[in-house]
């Protein structure tokens, strides 16, 4: 998944999911805590995959995945593509009206406009681009 998608959360907590990941995402998905305060969305098979590695792992490492479980929300949008976010979620995240999607390769994110503005803001620049571009050997 790659881009970046502004949409508005209506008044009752529901969010469209952007025509160009409905797609992607399928008829069902996952939306759990992220890292920086954002919301972190995975397709069905992203998620059974995370949960494959969560039950191999030693039950004193699998504890520390405690939270993510449990503020996992199964999504189905709805015929007009929408969603409801949690309260939880949306209040984790500091989501106000105005969000973006943001593309993560196997994974979106879901960010409150104003916070993702900040970041990117702080953190895009020539040194950081050319690091990131170092690590993935270019």
């Not at 069902?28 to 972190?40: R, W």
């Not at 397709?43 to 993510?68: C, D, H, V």
């Not at 015929?79 to 390769?105: H, K, N, S």
Request: charge should be negative; include cysteine.
């Amino acid at each position: 998944m790659y881009g970046k998608y502004r949409h508005s959360v209506d008044p009752k907590g529901r969010l469209f999911v952007p025509a160009k990941l409905r797609d992607e995402l399928g008829e069902s998905f996952y939306v759990t805590l992220g890292l920086d305060h954002c919301l972190s969305v995975y397709t069905e098979a992203g998620w059974q995959s995370i949960l494959e590695r969560y039950n191999a792992l030693p039950m004193s490492q699998a504890r520390k995945m405690r939270f993510l479980f449990a503020n996992a929300a199964r999504c189905e949008p709805d015929r007009q593509g929408r969603f409801l976010i949690p309260a939880e979620l949306r209040q984790y995240a500091g989501l106000g009206q105005d969000v973006t999607f943001i593309g993560q390769g196997n994974h979106a994110e879901i960010w409150d406009t104003a916070a993702y503005e900040a970041l990117e803001q702080e953190t895009l620049t020539p040194e950081n681009l050319a690091a990131a571009m170092e690590e993935l050997g270019f």
